[in-house]
């Protein structure tokens, strides 16, 4: 390896000669991955913390049930959340080659929301998943509007995206995010508005309709 060179995953070195302005961009890169990584990584650290045991606990199955399931379902939501939109921030920043000061801003908003996630799980332990779930979609559909708009601002900005990565794809999954945000978050205001609930089966075919409607996005813009 030449004198200077840094190798991928190595700790930033301030002995790396290079241009100031290369510096400073790769500086901003970095810091701003790092700041993401440990955003995620303490949101699911702290859903665990209302998983306890129930007082004297006998050793059965059905206490620790009893005393733990809503919480457990509130860290399993939380887990999945917070687990999802790491890949979907870890698969963004890979494309991206570097950041300004809008992406920085929005990457900044996606983090407080994520942190918001324990809180939201908090919600579904007390207050049960029926209750909570509007607000669970109201959650989801904010971060996914705000992916959607660190990626529409890459579409705008084609200097920030890796040279290998098609602009038209990119502009495309960030339109079907900016779509899929509308939904959810609309979803969970009206049930919120209305003090409904939303059913169970409703929310599956919502997600498996999202979930549908990616890959046909997919494969219809790789053709």
Do not use: C
């Not at 699911?44 to 004297?56: G, H, N, Q, S, V």
């Not at 919480?71 to 979907?88: D, H, K, Q, R, S």
């Not at 990626?151 to 995206?161: D, E, Q, V």
């Amino acid at each position: 390896m030449k004198s200077g060179e840094r190798m991928v995953g190595e700790p930033e070195s301030l002995h790396v000669k290079e241009p100031l302005k290369a510096r400073i961009e790769r500086h901003d890169y970095d810091r701003l991955l790092m700041l993401s990584d440990g955003v995620f990584a303490i949101a699911i650290t702290l859903l665990a913390l209302d998983l306890r045991l129930p007082d004297r606990w006998d050793g059965s199955v059905g206490q620790l049930v009893n005393a733990t399931g809503r919480p457990l379902i509130g860290y399993l939501f939380g887990f999945g959340l917070v687990g999802a939109f790491w890949l979907m921030h870890r698969r963004i920043f890979a494309q991206l080659a570097q950041v300004d000061l809008v992406t920085t801003a929005l990457n900044l908003l996606l983090l407080g929301l994520v942190g918001l996630t324990p809180y939201i799980a908090r919600m579904i332990a007390e207050a049960g998943p029926n209750r909570a779930i509007p607000f669970y979609l109201v959650a989801v559909g904010a971060v996914l509007g705000t992916i959607a708009l660190i990626r529409l601002w890459g579409s705008a900005r084609p200097r920030l995206l890796h040279t290998g990565v098609k602009r038209a794809t990119w502009a495309i999954d960030g339109a079907f995010l900016a779509a899929a945000a509308v939904i959810l978050a609309g979803l969970g205001s009206w049930s919120i508005a209305h003090h409904a609930a939303v059913p169970g089966n409703g929310f599956a075919v919502v997600v498996v309709a999202l979930a549908v409607g990616k890959q046909l996005v997919r494969r219809r813009s790789r053709r």
